[in-house]
């Protein structure tokens, strides 16, 4: 039987938690391992660029892609708002059936998903981010901000993510911030114990964007065959 292509869907319990990163983390090391990925990133929003959206065509670089832009993130908007916001600020409905048409073009091969902020943003009218993954029916990565709260945000995503039966892979713990945080020597410990999950990290924050990458390798690492 062949085996199943690595596939994996990069979500968050928040914006801003380092999703970008861990997934051309995993699609960098995917590349180097030759198997020739692709970075998916469906909707992003905040573009300052329609035509050059940055967080799409960094995950393209980390896989080594030439695919279009257009393949790669079918939908975008220049207001940082939920994608289904901006695009209702817009007069405008994004097409459910182009993503998933984008999506079967990729998912016969190795592939990383960004979803947009956390499980429930909306992407349209009648899906939000947590409908995308249970249709495209991908693993999770969680990413959770390392520190006071993220007890609570990673257990109710955990919590929604079972509800729905969809796999978890792991948890990802980032640092977003310099400052010191007492809880987070606890965070790892206790969501194990807990939630019976692979928790990876925490990656530190460090202000260089190489040794950032490479810290987000290191953490990742674990899940790549």
């Known amino acids: 039987m062949a085996r199943r292509p690595f596939q994996i869907f990069v979500t968050g319990t928040d914006t801003g938690v380092g999703k970008t990163q ?22 992003e929003s905040g573009c300052a660029s329609l035509k050059e959206p940055a967080d799409t065509l960094a995950m393209r670089e980390a896989a080594g892609s030439t695919l279009p832009v257009d393949a790669l993130c079918p939908h975008r908007f220049k207001a940082p708002l939920a994608p289904g916001v901006a695009a209702r600020r817009l007069g405008k409905e ?11 073009k990729l998912r016969h091969g190795p592939a990383v ?14 899906h939000d981010v947590i409908d995308l993954i249970a249709t495209l029916r991908l693993p999770v990565l969680l990413v959770a901000r390392a520190g006071l709260g993220t007890l609570n945000h990673t257990a109710l995503s955990l919590e929604a993510l079972a509800a729905r039966r969809i796999p978890v892979r792991a948890v990802l713990l980032s640092r977003s911030s310099p400052e010191k945080d007492p809880s987070e020597a606890d965070n790892r410990q206790l969501l194990e114990e807990r939630h019976r999950v692979q928790v990876l990290g925490p990656v530190p924050y460090i202000p260089d964007a190489r040794r950032r990458r490479a810290a987000f390798r290191r953490a990742l690492q674990p899940l790549v065959p």
Do not use: I, R
């Open 94 to 104: 994004p097409d459910w059936d182009l993503t998933l048409s984008a999506w079967e």
């Open 22 to 43: 861990a997934s051309c983390a995993l699609l960098s090391l995917l590349a180097d391992a030759g198997l020739q990925p692709q970075g998916f990133k469906p909707y």
């Open 113 to 126: 998903v960004e979803g947009a902020g956390g499980l429930f943003v909306p992407l349209d009218g009648w």
